[in-house]
């Protein structure tokens, strides 16, 4: 089935450092990836919608100087938590919808990484 | 605007039990409802799907039927079993093409055997 591969799994960093986050389209090319960000105990809230090759698209309130969104790919995109403090310790959750459909991939479903667990120290 | 309120967890079950995980929206226009669940380590995966009112979605024992009248999507199954023990997201888009999803907290749920 579709894969959606997000490394690293954990990271460990201290406090003003950045750190860089790989999302990966492993067995197809996709349209539009989306990084979301989850609180312990909450929903996963979108930060913002990365298309191949224009500038990623934030929500309202994230700060996107500091959180930097490169799809260089039609299969990877990254984020960049910049400049991190502790307040950014979080679960970061990426997602794809394929280009195109065809055998277990369907068009309209958005396919998820297992996450990312920043700790910032 | 948009929002998905799910029930909160965890829930504790015992095999063989049945189960149900609440969950309620608010949205403008046309909605199509997801339930996804994420296993221990994985990333989310679709459980489910509705794209209309009445519709009801099912797999692998799960499902659940999108109510517009009381605006809920309550997952449900007859008899749960251990592999079943994971978080379960309550998710929904506003029907526009590859849009952004809306989640509930998810619930995690806990199968004894």
Redesign the interface.
Known sequence: GAVVSQHPSRVICKSGTSVKIECRSLDFQATTMFWYRQFPKQSLMLMATSNEGSKATYEQGVEKDKFLINHASLTLSTLTVTSAHPEDSSFYICSAYPRTSGGELAKNIQYFGAGTRLSVL | GNS?T?MEGPVTLSEEAFLTINCTYTATGYPSLFW?VQYP??????LL?ATKADDKGSNKGFEATYRKETTSFHLEKGSVQVSDSAVY?CALDRGS??G???????TQLTVWP
């Open positions: 998905v799910q996804y380590g994985e990333g989310l995966q679709l799907k997201f093409t590859l952004r999803l809306y989640f509930g907290r998810g």
